[in-house]
């Protein structure tokens, strides 16, 4: 059955400090992806870019923390939006920097609990985002969704998590970048990313699937955050965070493909696309193919044929 895709613009900038972010959901919008998935069946409803609450002054004490108060307006704007738009079809997110999960999660999570069933969330990324704002040491809160979600400590100026996800519900695809205070925090947590490493030892289609089976025994939403910079920058250079060793494109389009045919993906983030460091598009082409092949684009269709 073809979706009602919703996009839902969220030009977050406040999150890191690399400026840039903010052009994400126009550069999405040019690079044809409405166009894009209507050619897949799908019907569109682009809802524009979401606006964030007035912001208000609030202290941290972690001195490295910034723009807290920003970021929060965003959340709670973004965490209202994404609600609405789960109830009306499917969303993506247009991002924006990486912080905006702060809201798209916590939004997607309140729809969920309403629904009485498990949110699972997949994060496709380079970094575990693990950190909360005390721990943070860049004082970038695109480096703390994770912790939110999972309920972790640290986060009193935001509003409460609508239903934390149990780690075991949470898979951190593709990481290879994660500094000895996540890595800490992780291990207290027991929660293990699928690094770079394992994905070079057991190929991408093994623990994927492992993961995606839990999600349907479970019944599960599966919500989908795909950072730019879980592609390798070869392919993929604008982004802020790059790290060499990335998914190749090959990788990426598996991984998308594989997920289509879970059909079990019910919400999408597209984070950190910084159109200021791309060449000509070629970033934000490439996030729009890979939107595609989650929706049921493929190369060509197999027929397997026993031998």
Request: negative net charge.
């Amino acid at each position: 059955m073809n979706k009602h895709c919703i996009l839902v613009g969220a030009p977050v900038d406040s999150g890191q400090s690399n400026p840039g972010c903010l052009m994400g959901p126009a550069s999405y919008r040019v690079a044809g992806l409405a166009a894009t998935l209507e050619e897949l069946g799908c019907t569109i409803s682009d809802r524009g870019d979401v606006a964030p609450r007035p912001p208000e002054v609030v202290g941290c004490n972690n001195p490295a923390v910034h723009s807290l108060g920003e970021t929060i307006a965003w959340q709670g704007a973004l965490a209202d939006a994404a609600r609405e738009a789960i109830g009306a079809g499917f969303p993506i997110f247009l991002g924006g920097d990486h912080s905006l999960s702060l809201g798209t999660v916590a939004g997607v999570a309140a729809h969920a609990a309403q629904q009485d069933r498990p949110l699972f969330v997949l994060w496709l990324d380079a970094h575990s985002d693990f950190h909360t704002p005390m721990t943070t040491r860049s004082g970038n809160l695109h480096g703390t969704p994770v912790s939110y979600l999972a309920g972790r400590d640290g986060f009193d100026a935001f509003p409460p998590f609508p239903d934390p996800v149990p780690v075991e519900q949470i898979c951190l695809f593709g990481i290879r970048s994660v500094d000895p205070d996540e890595r800490s925090a992780l291990h207290d947590h027991a929660l293990t990313p699928v690094d770079m490493r394992e994905l070079d030892e057991r190929g991408f289609v093994a623990p994927l699937a492992a993961f995606l089976k839990r999600v349907q025994a479970a019944n599960g939403l599966l919500h989908v955050s795909l950072d730019v910079d879980f592609l390798d920058p070869a392919i993929a250079p604008a982004v802020g965070t790059t790290v060499p060793g990335g998914a190749t494109f090959r990788e990426a389009h598996l991984v998308m493909e594989r997920l289509h045919e879970s059909g079990l993906v019910s919400s999408l983030d597209l984070v950190e696309l910084n159109p200021f460091l791309d060449e000509r598009g070629r970033t934000a082409r490439l996030m729009v193919d890979l939107t595609a092949s989650l929706m049921g684009r493929k190369v060509f269709d197999r027929v397997n044929k026993s031998i």
